[in-house]
């Protein structure tokens, strides 16, 4: 079974983000970087699939250069090549979606697993479009994943319980939290990443025009949240509840 | 005419509150397009929900009630809906930001050849249709231009009302066409029975975090909710822990909230939590450690052990609600 995953290299979620004084953008000096949490799901779900029943996983990423750190980071986890479809360009979902659309094309996948959203653009928009131009079926929120007789069958959790679907391959699968537990790059994974291989092209070679259909305009501070006061006990608590906020 | 399309969310055939709110984003689009809000609404038996969404001011319900809609796969809708928007000349297509909505509109989007807003919450003119959506975990807010003729959009649900009732609109069916694909099939739902309102909805929300050490503890959170006629909440990290169901996980991948009143209990409030419950009214922050960032966020904040101070909020609350 070929697998086929994605990263995305993102922003750390736990540093604070700041905002360019002109609105421009997010300020991006001392920065560190790492791999979209909802793709080391994605990644750890195709290792553990591979390892289950045979098959290779190809690692993509769309970015800059420096991705080709989060590829060797798949790569040491246990992915076998990775691909980098380099560009400095922010793109929106529906060319991200064009542009994986073309990688399957060459690579022909038994099954795609994505993560179900980047931590920073959170718009989970990308393997749905993707299922859509390839007309493959899809099972978003994946927390649990099991290939029989080349069905998936995808437990998935959704508003009011879970919910669960089969789909026949090939298909695509966004990893939600709980889908697995990530595994960390051993030393000999890591120097054996080394040697895999690494793949560069670019849109223009793929023969993808990256023009946006959303166009961001600019980006902004939330209005802050004050503190509010320290409240001394429980009956503190009720009487400002009752009297000052009248919530109860 | 430039309309707007509501894709109509239901449970078993009863309308979902969400998609009320959805409308008052519609109606609030179609004032600046100009154009007229339509409802779409897919199942096998949709009657019920149909008449009901027809009493909130929109211009027509579009109903279908087929077999092949009997459960909802995104497979099937989106080729209806696309259909859908396109006999009704919809340059804004939008469904509320749930796990149906984010499931299905991108796969609208692609058939439409439209651009998609995620998490929309707002919509202005300004030379044009433009979109405020958060990212980041909430932590920045961008305004977006979609460049596309149509528009698909999911709504961020709690910073809408719903909108007054009206006039009864007219109820019309809807040929959707679709076929039942032969890839994929629907195996089950397990759905979480509650007798409490969803959290979505609910005026008061109580949430705890991992701070509870188990699941048995989140009976005290159950007990002050119920005593406020409240919802359950709870963080990723006490749903990781298998305390809680991951229906109820509130933050920047699960549910967002904006109740009157939320309290968090045994919560630190990293970000990503933060990013679900922040729009909400009157905050209290009940936590052991007085430098927890929830306080930052709180209006209200006790440093107490929540295994003390719940229980005893509760019994007082008993006394006076």
Redo the contacts between chains.
């Keep these: 079974m070929k697998i086929l995953t994605t990263v995305k290299r993102v922003t750390d979620p736990d540093m604070k983000v700041r905002i360019q004084p002109d609105q421009s953008g997010i300020v991006t000096e001392g920065v560190e970087y790492k791999m979209n949490s909802f793709d080391e799901y994605g990644v750890e779900e195709a290792i553990t699939l591979k390892e289950a029943h045979g098959g290779e996983v190809v690692v993509v990423s769309i970015g800059p250069g420096a991705a080709t750190k989060e590829l060797r980071t798949a790569m040491a986890m246990g992915a076998d090549r990775a691909i980098l479809v380099e560009t400095d360009a922010d793109l929106d979902s529906d060319a991200v979606a064009r542009v994986l659309a073309e990688v399957v094309g060459r690579e022909e996948p038994d099954v795609i697993i994505m993560g179900k959203q980047a931590v920073d653009s959170d718009r989970s928009q990308t393997p749905q479009i993707l299922g859509s131009y390839l007309n493959w079926p899809q099972a978003t929120f994946a927390y649990k994943v099991e290939i029989e007789d080349g069905w998936a069958v995808v437990g998935r959790e959704v508003d009011g319980g879970t919910a669960t679907k089969r789909i026949k391959l090939p298909g695509i699968i966004s990893a939600d939290l709980r889908l697995n537990e990530p595994r960390y790059a051993s030393l000999p994974g890591i120097m054996k990443a080394k040697r895999k291989p690494l793949e560069t092209l670019t849109p223009d070679d793929l023969g993808v025009d990256i023009a946006p259909k959303v166009k961001v305009l600019n980006y902004e501070a939330p209005e802050e949240r004050g503190a509010g006061e320290m409240v001394d006990d429980v009956d503190d608590l009720i009487n400002r509840l009752k009297d000052e906020a009248r919530v109860i | 005419m430039a309309n707007v399309l509501v894709v109509a969310e239901h449970?078993d055939g009863a309308l979902r509150k969400v998609t009320l709110s959805t409308l008052t984003f519609a109606q609030q689009t179609a004032a600046l397009t100009g154009g007229e809000v339509h409802v779409l609404v897919l199942g096998d038996n949709v009657d019920a929900a149909a008449s009901e969404v027809a009493k909130y001011g929109v211009a027509a319900v579009h109903y279908a009630n087929e077999p092949v809609f009997a459960n909802y796969?995104?497979?099937t809708y989106?080729p209806a809906i696309a259909k859908a928007a396109q006999e009704l000349s919809a340059t804004v297509v939008c469904a509320p930001s749930?796990?149906?909505g984010?499931?299905?509109?991108?796969?609208v989007?692609?058939?439409l050849e439209?651009?998609?807003?995620?998490?929309a919450i707002s919509v202005s003119d300004d030379d044009g249709l433009?979109f405020r959506r958060?990212?980041?975990?909430?932590?920045?807010?961008?305004?977006?231009?979609?460049?596309?003729p149509v528009k698909v959009v999911s709504v961020r649900t709690s910073d809408f009302d719903a909108p007054p009732e009206g006039d009864a609109a007219p109820v019309k069916e809807f040929a959707s066409g679709v076929s039942a694909?032969?890839?994929?099939?629907?195996?089950?739902?397990?759905?979480?029975k509650s007798e409490r309102p969803e959290l979505t909805d609910a005026d008061?929300v109580v949430a705890g975090g991992r701070g509870l050490r188990s699941g048995e503890n989140f009976q005290m959170i159950m007990d002050l909710a119920d005593t406020?006629g409240g919802a359950v909440g709870a963080t990723?990290a006490a749903?990781?822990s298998g305390y809680v169901?991951?229906?109820w996980q509130i933050g920047?991948?699960g549910?967002v909230v904006a109740p009157?009143?939320y309290f968090a209990v045994a919560i630190s409030g990293a970000?990503?939590h933060l990013a679900g419950m922040?729009g909400s009214?009157?905050?209290?922050a009940i936590n052991k450690d007085p430098e927890a960032p929830i306080?930052?966020?709180?209006?209200?904040?006790?440093?107490?052990d929540a295994f003390e101070?719940v229980p005893?909020?509760t019994e007082?609350?008993k006394t006076?609600?």
């Design positions: 449970l796969m995104a497979e989106a749930s796990t149906t984010k499931d299905v509109l991108p796969r989007a692609a058939k439209a651009g998609m807003v995620s998490d433009k958060p990212l980041w975990a909430g932590n920045v807010i961008t305004t977006v231009d979609v460049l596309t694909p032969d890839n994929l099939e629907f195996v089950s739902f397990e759905q979480v008061v406020l990723r749903v990781d169901p991951n229906d920047q991948t549910k009157n009143l970000i990503q922040k009214k009157t905050i209290v306080f930052q966020v709180a209006d209200y904040g006790l440093v107490a101070a005893e909020l007082k609350l006076i609600t």
